[in-house]
């Protein structure tokens, strides 16, 4: 099975809200990486975080890297209804993706 | 992401037939990937690929064979169709380990 785990599976808030994914590993991670999955779409590769403690921004969107390298958070300050889609963290070396968790935001 | 296409975009086939989807990438990156994903199970890997001539078995592989003759290629068959492998298919590609995974559009896959 996979060896990250993402929680929540589903998120919808209002737009305006800030919003967090949490992934989480059983066994230390190397480095982690981010990607956003528009509907209909392909994932796409956001961020990579490899130091312990790593906290990395790109414009609302904030990046960390836990201290033990086994969990990460994504986060979303004031959600905008173009940050709808699927979240996922891959952690595992050429196989572990996350679930995901996928954001609604309602206008 | 012009540089990993995959091919076709939609597909429906029967239950037993076989079916190839096909995956190429421009960059010469090391490592390919094939994952299915369908609701509630997020990106599950079938198989992946080192470099060429070299592959190994994902997390559900059953039912499926690969084969990369060359670095860009790296196509995906179903040898017998069956209906639970109705699914998105994306092909990915990176250079390797501690990069970005590029993703390719995904194929559809209907098995009727």
């Known amino acids: 099975g996979q060896q990250v785990m993402q929680i929540p599976q589903y998120q919808h808030v209002q737009e305006g809200e800030d919003f967090t994914t949490y992934c989480n590993s059983s066994t230390t991670l190397s480095n982690i990486q981010w990607y956003k999955q528009r509907p209909g779409g392909h994932p796409v590769f956001l961020i990579q975080?490899?130091?312990?403690?790593e906290v990395k921004k790109q414009k609302r969107l904030t990046f960390q890297f836990g201290e033990a390298k086994k969990n990460s958070s994504l986060h979303i300050t004031a959600t905008q209804t173009t940050d709808v889609g699927t979240y996922f963290c891959a952690g595992r070396r050429n196989t572990g993706f996350g679930q995901g968790t996928t954001l609604q935001v309602k206008p | 992401d012009a540089g990993i296409t995959q091919s076709p975009r939609y597909k429906i086939t029967e239950t037993g037939r076989q079916v190839t989807l096909m995956c190429h990438q421009t960059?010469?990156?090391?490592?390919m990937f094939w994952y299915r994903q369908d609701l509630g199970h997020g990106l599950r890997l079938i198989y992946y690929?080192?470099?060429?001539?070299?592959?190994d078995k994902g997390e559900v592989p059953d039912g499926y064979v690969v084969s990369r003759s060359k670095t860009e290629n790296f196509p995906l068959t179903l040898e017998s169709a069956t209906r639970s492998q109705t699914s998105v298919y994306f092909c990915a590609s990176r250079t390797g380990e501690g990069y970005g995974y590029t993703f390719g559009s995904g194929t559809r896959l209907t098995v009727v």
């Open positions: 690929s080192a470099a060429a001539d070299i592959t």
């Open positions: 960059w010469s990156h090391s490592y």
């Open positions: 975080l490899v130091k312990s403690g």
